[in-house]
């Protein structure tokens, strides 16, 4: 069974699918952490500021795996690059890197690939849309920017960036992400929508988790 999760940036899906994998003996399966990976890789490697055409052929050789089974964490050529993820240059780069059509095409097919008959709760922004169109139960979740950017500061903890900065980035990103070419982010028209604003964590898991039980995609 493949239960899809998806919505904008810190809407707090991350989070909701950790949790109710874990409630479901499910793997959590988070790919907005791959987009970061490889854009981490490509800072790191000095290839953000090169065309799309170059950054796709410099990266087409590259050795993909999961750190020990770990559905949440690539590794690139052997390397974690995690630390890495939510530092100011990620954030500010993993809009251009993941609106690529060949990183989007890269990661998909991963995706795709090592989900194979797992049960898994896969979150990201084009799930339920795009990577698993025919998933089991497909839920969207969003909330206020303003919420968003609470939770974003509070979770990357960095003194370099205040929660004003965080909410004009997220501001640009949902701008990015539902109009990009590629798989931009929107609602899947059978998904069920859930606002997390003024719900806590754990409303939100029971939820999702009373749907699937009942196997209902319809909100009542």
Known sequence: MIIAIDGPAASGKSTVAKLLAKKLDFIHFGTGKMYRAITAYCIRKNLVDLSSEKISEKIN??????????????????????????????NNYVSKISCLKS???????????????????????????????????KFYVEASVECRAKRRFNEIKNDDIS??????????????????????????????????????????????????KKGKQTIT
């Open 103 to 137: 990183i989007r095409e890269m990661m998909v097919s991963l995706q795709r690939k090592y989900s194979h008959q797992k049960n898994l709760v896969c979150e990201g922004r084009d799930i339920g849309t795009v990577v698993f169109p025919n998933a089991d139960f």
């Open 163 to 212: 929660l004003k900065d965080i909410e004009n980035l997220l501001i640009k990103r949902d701008n990015i992400d539902t109009n990009r070419e590629i798989s931009p982010l929107k609602k899947a028209e059978d998904s069920i929508l859930i606002d997390t604003t003024f719900l806590s964590i754990e409303e939100v898991v029971n939820c999702m988790y009373n749907k699937i």
């Open 61 to 90: 050789s590259i050795n993909f795996s999961f750190n020990n089974h770990n559905l949440s964490n690539l590794l690139i050529d052997g390397l974690d690059y995690s630390d890495y993820y939510y530092n100011n240059e990620t």
